[in-house]
């Protein structure tokens, strides 16, 4: 988000700058309309928040409409670097009118009186903004850190008697959960039961951050990098992060004296903030077996699932695991058959059956493999009702929980478990010669990207036909 300096202007009446100075004491801050340097065209994707805002600048744009007044406060959660208090300053701007701004982590260290004390501070300084500018935006920030404070009723009591109805003045609570936990006496109130959800950028939108931000930023790319590859990569990253993986990446290959960022610089930056840093390296057994748990994954993906795309994988140890394979994610799905999660399982288990066919046996490696995929098994028989033994029900609290169906449940996941486990045992076997060249590239390179396995693979069918046609 872009704020202009703080600093007191020639255009901001001394009072006002007085103002402004008194209050940030206390920790709260003012913007006015020309210090904010965000707007619409500068916020990333968030089409629905913007529209659900329109309301606001249309209310101080046009005389006509101040019949029909909009919303005056708004509950706007997402994750944090998805632009909610951004959408605020952009809005306040657009209408022409002030922001006061809070972190809600400033009233934890306040007592009840003064927490009271402190709202009514904001909301008789926000009287006398819109005095001024005829409106104003009142923000609180984090206030999911309300869940800290053992007794918040003083807090809430004062916000309801000094938001409720205040006319021309709007009220934010921005959180990074949902739905946000507040009293009944604040809903009965009218009060942030507006809810605004932000979700992070698709795929489109994360193609244009990066466009936009490395031209942004006048960093110089290599060939090899693709924009719409980085995007696929940086599913459910915000915007905020994917600002930090530019300059990351920036950074890195100005530390290994790259001329300009690389497709690989891109990649390890993405890598290392989703599994931490490389660590030291592993002994010669440790990396074979490494390499062939991750192929294991790779084969059993790419052998059953028609729509499997790989992006990355590698066997570097890391602060998470010592190897990892990472795949592209259809966003545009949202509803999967018992087929989609058999297969996601099958991928799962890819590493724990690569070790039992070479080694015929299989390491500690697996724990986190086999978390995921009995995860899935669970929800498939439990919720989705994808299951032989029990049929079409749910066995959840409150719904079907008890002792004898669970019991059943567990039967039918450790049943769905181990036969899963067996074909992907099968097609590990039955692509053996994929299994192993992928194995021995990895341990030669030990970072494989995506476009690099169809080379590989397609060199090993070209071997075996060569070899078939030898024997015939």
Not at 40 to 49: E, I, V
Not at 239 to 247: A, D, G, H, M
Not at 382 to 400: F, H, K, S, V, W
Not at 413 to 430: P, Q
Request: net charge negative; proline share 3%.
């Amino acid at each position: 988000m872009e704020l202009k300096q703080k600093s007191t202007s020639a255009c901001i009446p001394l009072s006002l700058q007085w103002l402004k100075k008194k209050v940030e004491k206390m920790q709260i801050d003012i913007f006015f309309p020309d210090e904010i340097g965000v707007t619409f065209d500068s916020l990333y994707g968030l089409d629905q928040a913007k529209e659900a805002m329109q309301d606001i600048i249309r209310y101080f744009a046009d005389d006509s409409s101040k019949s029909v007044k909009p919303h005056f406060s708004y509950c706007i959660f997402g994750e944090t670097g998805v632009g909610k208090a951004s959408l605020v300053y952009a809005t306040s701007k657009a209408a022409g009118i002030p922001v006061i701004a809070i972190d809600f982590i400033v009233f934890l260290s306040l007592t009840g009186k003064k927490q009271a004390a402190l709202v009514e501070i904001i909301y008789s300084t926000a009287k006398k903004l819109k005095n001024i500018f005829g409106g104003c935006s009142v923000v609180f920030k984090n206030i999911h850190a309300i869940s800290e404070i053992e007794n918040n009723s003083m807090f809430f009591a004062s916000l309801v008697r000094n938001a409720s109805g205040l006319e021309n003045v709007f009220s934010f609570m921005l959180s990074v959960v949902s739905p946000l936990a507040v009293p009944a006496i604040v809903l009965e109130n009218n009060l942030f039961n507006t809810a605004i959800c932000i979700d992070e950028p698709d795929l489109a939108t994360r193609e244009k951050i990066f466009k936009d931000l490395i031209q942004k930023f006048e960093i110089k790319i290599a060939d090899d990098v693709s924009i719409s590859r980085l995007a696929k990569d940086t599913f459910g990253e915000t915007p905020l992060e994917i600002s930090y993986i530019i300059k990351e990446a920036h950074l890195f290959s100005l530390r290994h004296n790259h001329d300009a960022v690389t497709a690989e610089d891109f990649s390890e930056t993405i890598m290392k903030l989703s599994a931490g840093e490389k660590k030291k390296k592993m002994t010669d057994k440790e990396k074979l077996s490494t390499a062939y748990h991750e192929a294991g994954h790779v084969i059993a993906g790419y052998f059953s699932n028609p729509n499997y795309q790989l992006s990355r994988v590698e066997i570097s140890p890391r602060t998470s695991s010592l190897g990892l394979t990472a795949t592209d994610i259809d966003e545009r799905k949202f509803a999967y058959f018992k087929e989609d999660f058999e297969n996601l399982i099958l991928e799962c288990l890819g590493g724990m059956a690569a070790e039992e066919v070479v080694y015929h046996s299989h390491t500690s490696g697996v724990i986190e493999d086999l978390s995921e995929a009995t995860a899935i098994a669970v929800n498939m028989v439990r919720a989705y009702g994808m299951n032989d033994l029990i049929g079409p029900m749910q066995i959840a609290p409150e719904i079907t929980d008890s002792e004898h169906f669970k019991a059943i449940a567990d039967t039918q996941v450790s049943e769905n478990l181990k036969k899963l486990l067996n074909k992907t045992i099968r097609i590990i076997s039955e692509h053996r010669a994929y299994l192993d060249a992928l194995a021995k590239t990895l341990v030669e390179k030990e970072v494989i990207l995506g476009n690099e396995i169809e080379e590989i693979f397609a060199k090993v069918k070209h071997d075996l036909e060569e070899q078939e046609n030898a024997k015939t």
